[in-house]
């Protein structure tokens, strides 16, 4: 288990780290949360995730999710909704973020089925994520980074090859600001009718709702903490207005922009700030595959 390095201090410790190179077009990155008290926060939406608790009692609901949250290893599907995380108290979580290639190659399995569901890492990977759990829990951080570059490089080495269209969907959802469907799919030599197939099965969701989901990320990240500029000036260009943002900060979110930006945010706003210093974005959902 990693060092708790804050015992004394009521914030958690958040930890991001890249993976090894051959491994980042498939994980965004690994990170994890200590922390010395009980913990509760809002997730944004982002793609899928795997997490194992260390050490106490984490927990993960999400609007419309009736899953129980697995003790040790869990698969979190794609979102498109925030989902509230607490630990009853004291403990330890560690995880990695997958890109849509990377849900491709180590799971198998269509992301709409998993959209917005939690799942027993075990029924996808067997005794092998139990094994890891364990590891993970005598290692520190850097080894636990290792057991993960490991265990993942294994999967990938036995897993069929991706399907390449993945990566094109991938780059133009981070890197581009498109406003329809029609531009989306027209700017991948796609129809409408592959693409949408293509995104439901490795990305969850439709185009559409997609594209939408990715303007309200960049307008969260945009916005960060600055909080002593109007909103007007840091929406994105997609929204007509700033009602329109806040009906969809609502819809994603569960709360005003107002509540939430001044809510206690103790992981989240260490961890978007660790995040973008690591990784070069705040949110998962908008790092660029490498």
Request: hydrophobic content about 40%.
């Amino acid at each position: 288990m990693f060092s708790d390095s804050q015992s004394r201090n009521v914030l958690p410790d958040v930890h991001f780290a890249l993976p090894a190179p051959h491994l980042r077009p498939l994980i965004t990155t690994y990170y994890g949360v200590t922390t010395p008290v009980a913990l509760e926060d809002h997730l944004h939406p982002e793609w899928g995730n795997i997490r194992f608790t260390l050490r106490g009692e984490w927990t993960v609901e999400r609007p419309g999710c009736s899953d129980p949250t697995p003790p040790r290893g869990a698969l979190f599907g794609p979102t498109d909704r925030t989902g509230i995380v607490r630990s009853a108290g004291p403990g330890s979580t560690i995880g990695a973020g997958l890109t849509a290639l990377g849900w491709a190659t180590f799971v198998h399995q269509s992301a709409h089925d998993h959209a917005n569901r939690i799942h027993d890492l075990a029924e996808i990977h067997g005794d092998a994520a139990d094994r890891l759990w364990a590891d993970l829990c005598a290692a520190d951080w850097e080894g636990c980074c290792a057991l993960f570059d490991a265990w993942f490089t294994a999967l990938a080495a036995a897993a069929p090859p991706p399907d390449p269209l993945i990566a094109r969907v991938e780059q133009a959802l981070v890197h581009g600001n498109i406003d329809t469907v029609h531009v989306f799919a027209d700017g991948l030599a796609l129809t409408e009718r592959t693409l949408a197939r293509l995104c439901h099965r490795a990305f969850g969701f439709s185009p559409k709702s997609l594209l939408r989901r990715q303007r309200f990320l960049r307008t969260l990240a945009q916005i960060g903490d600055r909080l002593d500029q109007p909103l007007s000036v840091l929406l994105d260009g997609g929204y007509y207005d700033q009602s329109h943002f806040i009906r969809e900060f609502r819809s994603y979110m569960g709360m005003t922009p107002l509540a939430y930006f001044h809510s206690p945010r103790q992981m989240m706003r260490r961890a978007g700030a660790e995040r973008l210093r690591t990784a070069g974005a705040r949110v998962q959902g908008l790092h660029q595959p490498q």
